[in-house]
């Protein structure tokens, strides 16, 4: 709701779809820039405490936007100063969120839990611009962001209520220089992790920029007004829900659902983008939703999986900067493609990119099991050419052995030698 109020708010004051996307690229843009310290922060001290901290911080840009709308005293440059101060708090919640998961519910539970999460992300989604569009079609936006500011109490309230005796606590880590290059490389080296991270890169930049595309293809591609608005964001909502349902029902992510996931959602956004009218469009995003989330959902059990516990608050921010902070570039660049070529082609150029990251995961999956079948093939002839050498060389010493077991020990001696003459005859006396 806040999210779509705000949207909204700066598309009415300015009228420039770079401006909506400008929005949204502040919103994340301290993610893409302090999002790896916040991992560390989040691996360094209890992420209960921090997220009972960060909670109550978010809660007071929307609170002061309220306060603004109710006066009428608000310009745009004020509610882009806002949204990025609300990121700067995300920039260290968020890593904490998603890596404190695996504390609540373990690993064996954890892939059903990152699943209901989204089910309850995205049905929040589903009842946030339904409740945001009534709102503002009724002349009360400043609402919106009253009642978002009070649902953080909420989320304190479940936050203090939580048994710290059950929960998984990990060793903190050690302050110490180059930590957070030390996330960077451990990524690095482990294909799990960085496949996954550069999928999500790619897509995240280009295809996740639903909150920047929909307003534009509400109001300029179908000529809609909030309403419009809210029914394009509900019917995705009800995909995504379906797909978070479905990933919350699986035991484990595998590699080849992170693909077809990857693979639908770029195939789905293109039939999107063909949608002859409003009715069609709201259709065909609810594949889109549905992909979109199974994708993310899955990314996201993928890392905290893969992940070593003392790493996972620095991998999880690397998973927010690419889904979350690179909006600081794929949001301006949607915008800008929104109002030079129209909303279809930026729907066009985010389906291609998850196509390209779906096609790219599969030819990178199959060259690291190729090369750990080498390296496993070569462990295993090095292993069986050892111990055959040594068996080999047993009979052999034996065999010369026996053929050297004939010959009689002891001093050998000239043939020339005195010592080896026959004794003379006695010469008898006459």
């Known amino acids: 709701m806040q999210i779509v109020a705000e949207m909204w708010l700066v598309l009415s004051l300015t009228g420039s779809a770079f401006a909506v996307g400008m929005t949204s690229a502040l919103q994340f843009l301290p993610i893409l820039l302090i999002g790896a310290w916040g991992g560390l922060i989040a691996d360094r001290v209890d992420k209960r405490r921090l997220l009972l901290v960060t909670q109550g911080l978010m ?38 969120r998603q890596s404190f998961v695996i504390e609540i519910v373990g690993a064996e539970r954890l892939v059903g839990a990152v699943g209901l999460q989204s089910v309850l992300i995205h049905a929040s989604r589903i009842t946030g611009p339904a409740i945001a569009g009534v709102l503002i079609a009724t002349g009360g936006i400043e609402i919106c962001f ?38 960077l490389r451990y990524v690095m080296r482990t294909p799990e992790l960085a496949i996954p991270l550069g999928m999500m890169a790619l897509v995240g930049t280009l295809a996740f920029n639903f909150q920047v595309l929909l307003p534009l293809l509400a109001s300029r591609t179908f000529d809609g007004g909030a309403a419009s608005y809210s029914g394009l964001v509900v019917a995705m909502g009800v995909g995504a829900i379906a797909g978070a349902l479905a990933t919350g029902a699986r035991e484990r992510i595998s590699e080849r659902l992170l693909i077809s996931s990857a693979l639908l959602f770029g195939a789905f956004a293109l039939v999107a983008a063909a949608a002859p009218s409003l009715r069609w469009e709201a259709l065909a995003l609810v594949p889109v939703g549905a992909a979109s989330v199974t994708f993310a959902a ?71 099991a190729a090369s750990r079948g080498r390296a496993a093939a070569l462990a295993a002839s090095a292993s069986a050419a050892g111990p055959g050498k040594g068996q080999a060389c047993e009979p052999a010493e034996s065999g010369r052995t026996r053929a050297r077991a004939p010959r009689r020990s002891g001093p050998r001696h000239d043939p020339r030698s005195p010592a080896r003459r026959p004794p003379a005859a006695a010469t008898p006396k006459r």
């Open 146 to 183: 009253l009642l978002n500011g009070l649902s953080f109490a909420g989320m304190i309230v479940a936050l203090r209520s939580l048994d710290r005796d059950q929960l998984a606590h990990h060793e903190p880590v050690a302050r110490e220089p180059g930590a957070v290059r030390d996330g």
């Open 298 to 368: 899955g990314i996201n059990s993928t890392l905290q999986l893969a992940a070593d516990p003392h790493m996972r608050g620095r991998v999880m921010a690397l998973f927010s900067i690419v889904f979350l902070g690179s909006t600081p570039i794929g949001g301006p660049v949607t915008g800008w493609l929104s109002g030079e070529f129209g909303p279809r082609v930026a729907l066009v150029v985010g389906g291609l990119a998850a196509l390209t990251a779906g096609v790219g995961a599969w030819i990178a999956f199959r060259r690291v």
């Open 59 to 96: 809660a007071l840009p929307a609170l002061t936007l309220f306060a603004l709308a109710t006066t009428g005293e608000i310009e745009a440059w004020m509610v882009m100063a806002l949204v990025f101060a609300r990121g700067s708090v995300l920039a260290i919640d968020m890593p904490a």
